[in-house]
């Protein structure tokens, strides 16, 4: 796990780096391709918005790609002898996608004109289990339709956020998008729930008896977990989760909540991890261009998702995989293939996803100061013994009873957080005292002293460890350094 625990730890540092090689690669348009010199596409500026927000870069370079998004889609969804590149469902999918990747920007010129002109796209366009990989065709993509369900969730969401009967730019009405959403929505989640299998999985086509797909098993996965996991506005859950008609298409039909359907889907993606863990897998259904899943990183988000810890042995090989997988001189993860590595915007885009997605997991671990004396032994604290600052922003971190020493690469910030603490007195230093440290408020300190374990438990393989404690300074709240 030794490798796997490296790329955890070296996160932060290593997002930072790709989105700013990103940005100094931005077309001219506001968008990029699938590698840095490649033409703009929708798709890949929808992939690159999501690493901004992850690494916190907002701002112009944004509303730039926000810009070539809400020209694009319109343009692009056009027939090709009109001058458009397809009737594809994928640039709806991908591009509602990216007008949501920045909540804040919603009100950004076009963004909610172009989100309902999605919709009613989507509202034209549906077959009779989802959408289609492109208009013509009557067979439902299970690709596109997750991808579709997955987006109009997150619309859901961010129209719930806003409150009702808000008059949005364009003259957009919440109140009136969301009652054309929340249909869609349960079209899409009925046909991902009919062709779902008896095991828990998906086949990679619709309709015909087809091996089970580790990659659309994790985007369904994926995208009813984000409907369930919604937020009405009075604080209710925005879908309720109520036995529902699964299955039909293979086997018998059940009925299962979506709660179970996404818990036995994670259960299925670990059960065969060695169908995933280091692949990329073909996606023949997509028309007009070479469709690879990077099934590695996607699978093991949505296990993730479905409550498997970050730290568990069957994501081992896919965490090594992707930290091994990182090219410094490009400044962005590569893909894995026959043909060689080379770094894309794809990849960087699933591996952001998997770690971040194994970040969030690990907030919600056992990581505050009043840890449960009453543990189990798989999530017992790790207790370290000795800190040392090593070279650059690293901190070598010994644990007890565990065997060697873990090295963590920080962020500036956070490591400008340990340096104030470990130059201090053994006491530890006051909160006060580190906030002027940093040129921050004190009400800020908890915020990178809760980012800082997090980065450190991280690089333990996800087990809950914390290199900085809270103590009593001088009679004032602080923080001391374990392992003194």
Not at 438 to 450: D, E, G, R, T
Request: net charge negative.
């Amino acid at each position: 796990m030794k490798s796997a625990h490296a790329g955890l730890a070296a996160f932060e540092t290593r997002a930072g780096e790709a989105a700013r090689t990103l940005l100094h690669n931005q077309g001219y348009d506001g968008g990029w391709g699938l590698t840095l010199t490649s033409v703009s596409s929708i798709v890949n500026t929808s992939e690159v918005l999501p690493i901004l927000r992850t690494a916190g870069l907002a701002g112009q370079p944004v509303r730039q790609a926000l810009d070539f998004l809400t020209g694009a889609i319109p343009e692009h969804c056009q027939p090709r002898h009109k001058g458009g590149r397809g009737e594809h469902t994928r640039f709806i999918a991908f591009g509602l996608a990216g007008l949501l990747s920045h909540p804040r920007f919603f009100h950004h010129g076009g963004v909610a004109e172009t989100a309902a002109w999605c919709v009613g796209w989507l509202e034209e366009h549906q077959v009779d289990h989802g959408w289609p990989e492109v208009l013509g065709l009557d067979d439902t993509s299970l690709h596109q339709t997750a991808l579709v369900v997955h987006g109009l969730a997150h619309l859901r969401d961010a129209l719930h956020d806003f409150g009702p009967g808000l008059m949005l730019p364009g003259g957009v009405e919440t109140n009136s998008l969301l009652e054309r959403v929340e249909p869609l929505i349960n079209h899409g989640v009925h046909g991902l729930l009919y062709h779902r299998r008896p095991s828990g999985a998906w086949g990679w086509r619709t309709y015909i008896d087809t091996d089970p797909s580790p990659s659309k098993t994790a985007l369904c996965l994926l995208a009813l977990s984000s409907v369930s996991a919604g937020i009405g506005p009075a604080g209710e859950p925005a879908y309720r989760d109520e036995p529902r008609e699964t299955g039909g298409v293979h086997g018998p039909v059940q009925h299962k909540q979506l709660s179970d359907v996404v818990a036995e889907a994670g259960q299925w993606l670990l059960h065969n991890h060695h169908r995933w863990e280091t692949f990329v897998e073909d996606d023949k259904d997509v028309q007009g261009t070479a469709w690879e899943h990077m099934a590695y990183a996607l699978c093991a988000q949505a296990a993730i998702r479905a409550g498997a810890g970050p730290r568990d042995p069957r994501l081992a090989k896919a965490w090594k995989l992707m930290n091994d997988l990182w090219d410094p001189e490009a400044g962005l993860w590569n893909e894995p293939g026959a043909s060689g590595k080379r770094a894309t915007i794809r990849a960087a885009y699933y591996t952001v996803s998997a770690y971040d997605e194994s970040m969030h997991r690990l907030a919600r671990m056992s990581l505050t100061d009043s840890t449960s004396e009453v543990v189990s032994e798989a999530s017992a604290e790790m207790v370290i013994a000795h800190v040392a600052l090593g070279p650059g922003r690293t901190v070598i971190i010994g644990a007890r009873d565990s065997e060697g020493s873990v090295t963590c690469e920080l962020s500036e910030r956070l490591f400008d957080v340990v340096r104030a603490v470990h130059d201090a007195a053994e006491a530890g230093l006051a909160t006060d005292r580190i906030a002027a440290a940093l040129y921050v408020a004190p009400s800020s300190v908890p915020k990178y002293v809760q980012r800082l374990n997090q980065a450190i438990s991280a690089a333990f393989g996800g087990a809950p460890a914390r290199l900085l404690l809270a103590s009593t300074v001088d009679g004032a709240s602080g923080y001391r350094l374990a392992g003194r």
